[in-house]
């Protein structure tokens, strides 16, 4: 699973419209929000960071919700933004997730103890479990 790393208000124009996991690591305002939704209609997830996360207004909560876009609190560690536009969820990660779930292990388990492993929030281990394999 791909997560597609914006670094900047200006980078949105050029996204693809069927980017599906975006993490922005700027602080949006309610238009660069509006912008995204528009310029990817196929968004699933807006992730920010944790002090980025607590700026966003309640209307702008309120439009994503409508959207069925869920808005995630999270970082991407260790990406580097000048390496690749993309940080990629092992694929290993994505395993251990799916074979939990395969053996019955509850949700909020599963989320819990790969959290510590894989450093993705514990919101999108739960996408991640729910969603439906594609890779």
Not at 10 to 31: G, T, Y
Not at 102 to 108: D, K, T, V
Request: hydrophobic share 35%; glycine share 2%.
């Amino acid at each position: 699973m791909k997560i597609r790393v914006v670094s900047s208000r200006d980078e949105i124009l050029s996204l693809n419209p069927n980017e599906r996991v975006i993490h922005l690591a700027f602080r949006p305002s309610n238009k660069d929000i509006f912008l995204l939704v528009e310029t990817c209609p196929k968004l699933e997830i807006v992730q920010l960071p944790k002090s980025y996360q607590k700026t966003i207004s309640k209307s702008m909560e309120m439009f994503l919700e409508m959207q069925k876009i869920q808005l995630l609190e999270g970082d991407v560690w260790g990406h580097r933004k000048d390496i690749n536009e993309y940080y990629t969820v092992p694929p290993s990660i994505i395993t251990k997730i799916r074979n939990m779930k395969a053996e019955g292990i509850p949700s909020e388990n599963v989320a819990e103890k790969m959290t510590k492993e894989s450093k993705l929030s514990p919101k999108m281990i739960l996408y991640i479990l729910n969603r439906k394999p594609v890779e």
